[in-house]
């Protein structure tokens, strides 16, 4: 049975851990919306097929299908991956699932309030009641109480390195459409108390026409303790140049919450890259739907990948950079396998391989007082043994 805490993680001994850090599993949603993916989402179901194939050969998968797709979403994917019916309202589990945190030898789950990336005031889709539901499922499934923050807040708009820091971007925190009623203080004294980060590293807008508010994880993420990778263009006619520099600028002034400065690597960015016209004449109209435009520029970034506990999984995007940036991944994370998806049909839905996937980290071990001071004993005798031994006496 789980339960819903009333306290905080910080205060109960919890933290967040780093992507990068050690896996239990990780959980995707099955896409279904004809309004928001072609041609009856087939196209994306075969791209958010090949991730969960992907990230499979790394660590445990659960895909959430609802019931009219269960048996299709079951026939797509490989027997490896686990299948369970959960109702949603779109795909997104990094944003819709929980944030799980770790200590004290367990984790728990942080269930943020989800309302869509701005509710009525310029949010993506109407309902999203399904959506809010999800990290709660989740967590139940995993078997982890949970806490409920007062606080709208998406898992996509962070990223932390495990050891205090976390990164996100104005743009979407102070957002009128999430918190109004906070500033960044009060936003800090919550990330704080909720995820057990002490150092806030604020940079400013997000990849050019995010629909998110410029969600942090399509700009920048950590790669480990001190480094960021960061989406970047050389083209300073390009919006997304500005845009990149200034959130250099900031992390090259800032100091993680170790009093590091963070050394930052450029990834390069896709295209630019638009709809063309075939993509947005194959939804559904639907009125309470961001609608999708042909011309309308996508927010693509290399940036935007998955790591798992043996493989990083990337998006391809563009035949004319995607082997320049798997070669830049792959320096970053020099022991895992990169693995390339063809990732276009999520990213025409708004985001990518990051967006759908939300990992679950491995429980921390804990050791009792008494086998601490068992252990402690054994140390200090061998300790003894060893100096006799090497005294002769």
Known sequence: MTKLLDTTPAADGFRMPAEFEAHAGCWMLWPERTDNWRQGARPAQVAFAAVATAIATSEPVTVGASAAQYVHARSMLPDAIRVVEMSSNDAWMRDTGPTFVVGNGAIRAVDWSFNA?????????????????????????????????????????????????????????????R???????????????????????????????????????NLCAFVKPGEVALTWTDNKRDPQYKVSMDAYERLMESRDAGNRRLKVHKIIQPGPLTRTVTEAAGLDANDTVSQRQPGQRLAASYVNFYIGNSVVVMPLLDPKHDKEAASQLKRLFPRHRLIGVQSREILLGGGNIHCITQQVPVAPRITSPAASQESSQKSSQKSSKSRRAKTGA
């Open 117 to 177: 990336w701005g509710g009525l005031n310029g949010g993506l889709y109407f309902p999203w009641d399904q959506d809010d539901l999800v990290a709660r499922k989740v967590a139940e499934i995993e078997g982890c109480d949970r806490y409920r923050p007062p606080l709208i807040l998406e898992g996509g708009s962070i990223h932390v390195d495990g050891e205090g820091t976390l990164i996100t971007t104005e743009e979407c925190l102070t957002n009128p459409n």
């Open 179 to 217: 918190n109004p009623h906070m500033d960044k203080g009060q936003l800090e004294i919550l990330l704080h108390e909720y995820l057990g980060v002490t150092q806030v590293i604020w940079l400013g807008k997000g990849v050019v026409e995010d629909e998110t508010d410029g969600h942090v994880d």
